[in-house]
């Protein structure tokens, strides 16, 4: 095992310490991380959606932005503004928002209009942001992280299919086990008794870790066969009437080639993770579920059947055979 995994191995036990009974939305959040992507989780209010994303900046060496979305907000609360400065050389100054800086925390996006949503477009897409006509790079450690709750829809705005392609995994976070809650609330009690001027200084995990893992995971092997695999996954939730009558009517639209993109990066990652050197088919079905969700749209067929996304996804995973 080498040095970098060795050290992101630590950064996710620190994190799983924290947040207990999560471990698959821990892990996904490392994963996102290491393939430079963007990240949403969706789940209902308490199962600590919030809490993971902290946990993992302050395990690692990382400014964190923690954005409540709200129906008030405006494009200028995230991006910043031009301030006018009469007394100054340039009379407009521009006062850089909370998205300038490595961990964005998009608290409840879909409680923001869809002009306060699109802000974060460019940015998640060219890590970049244009104010007043001037564009302003963001830091080359850039990661946003929405959280949205699933119920309570009164007063929402759903996100656009173009955002939601840009993010590059959609992870349902669901209830904890029973063990896990009994500890949760050990957990807890333990941190509303210890003092936080007494709390041990931590060492984070350096940002040179990521990018060097970064470039450990960019030399992972992926066969020809492997990548016809993920383009024919893809291809069947735009064609599936070549699979199956039953998968053509759940579906009315299917994924982009982002979705490709994706699976070649989560699966390079996934393999590294698990301390290999090339990817198999099971680095691919082990992220399907999680790319895909967000960007197959059901038919009408579907939901009436109450057909769920992670069974249309199941079904594709049957049909489609390892090149």
Do not use: W
């Given at each position: 095992m080498n040095k970098n995994l060795q050290a992101i191995n630590v950064l996710e036990t620190e994190m799983n310490s924290s947040v207990l009974g999560q471990e698959n939305i821990v892990r996904r959040i490392i994963l996102v991380l290491l393939a430079n992507g963007n990240l949403l989780l969706e789940g209902l209010p308490g199962l600590a959606k919030t809490r993971a994303i902290s946990s993992l900046a302050k395990n690692l060496d990382a400014g964190l932005s923690r954005i409540q979305f709200t129906p008030d907000l405006l494009p200028s609360d995230i991006t910043g503004t031009e301030v006018y400065q009469p007394e100054a050389k340039e009379k407009f100054i521009f006062q850089p928002g909370p998205i300038f800086n490595n961990l964005i925390l998009a608290d409840e996006i879909n409680r923001a209009p869809a002009?306060?949503?699109?802000?974060?477009?460019?940015?998640?897409?060219?890590?970049?942001?244009?104010?007043?006509?001037?564009?302003?790079?963001?830091?080359?450690?850039?990661?946003?992280?929405?959280?949205?709750?699933?119920?309570?829809?009164?007063?929402?705005?759903?996100?656009?299919?173009?955002?939601?392609?840009?993010?590059?995994?959609?992870?349902?976070?669901?209830?904890?086990?029973?063990?896990?809650?009994?500890?949760?609330?050990?957990?807890?009690?333990?941190?509303?008794?210890?003092?936080?001027?007494?709390?041990?200084?931590?060492?984070?995990?350096?940002?040179?870790?990521?990018?060097?893992?970064?470039?450990?995971?960019?030399?992972?092997?992926?066969?020809e066969s492997i990548e016809n695999y993920i383009v024919a996954l893809v291809n069947a939730t735009r064609y599936p009437e070549k699979y199956s009558e039953v998968l053509a009517s759940w579906i009315d639209y299917g994924a982009s080639p982002r979705a490709s993109i994706a699976f070649d990066k989560c699966s390079r990652v996934n393999a590294w993770l698990n301390e290999k050197d090339f990817v198999s088919p099971d680095d691919v079905r082990a992220v399907a579920h999680d790319i895909l969700r967000h960007r197959i749209v059901q038919s009408y067929e579907a939901n009436a059947e109450g057909v769920t996304k992670n069974q249309i996804i199941d079904e594709l995973l049957k049909l489609v055979a390892v090149a």
């Open positions: 002009k306060v949503q699109s802000a974060l477009l460019e940015a998640m897409e060219e890590r970049q942001v244009t104010v007043a006509g001037e564009t302003h790079a963001l830091d080359p450690l850039f990661m946003v992280m929405a959280t949205q709750n699933p119920i309570e829809q009164e007063g929402t705005y759903p996100l656009p299919e173009a955002q939601m392609d840009r993010f590059l995994m959609h992870v349902i976070v669901d209830y904890p086990d029973v063990a896990s809650e009994i500890k949760v609330l050990s957990l807890v009690r333990s941190e509303e008794a210890s003092s936080p001027s007494k709390a041990k200084e931590k060492e984070t995990l350096s940002q040179d870790i990521v990018f060097e893992a970064r470039k450990d995971i960019h030399k992972i092997h992926v066969s």
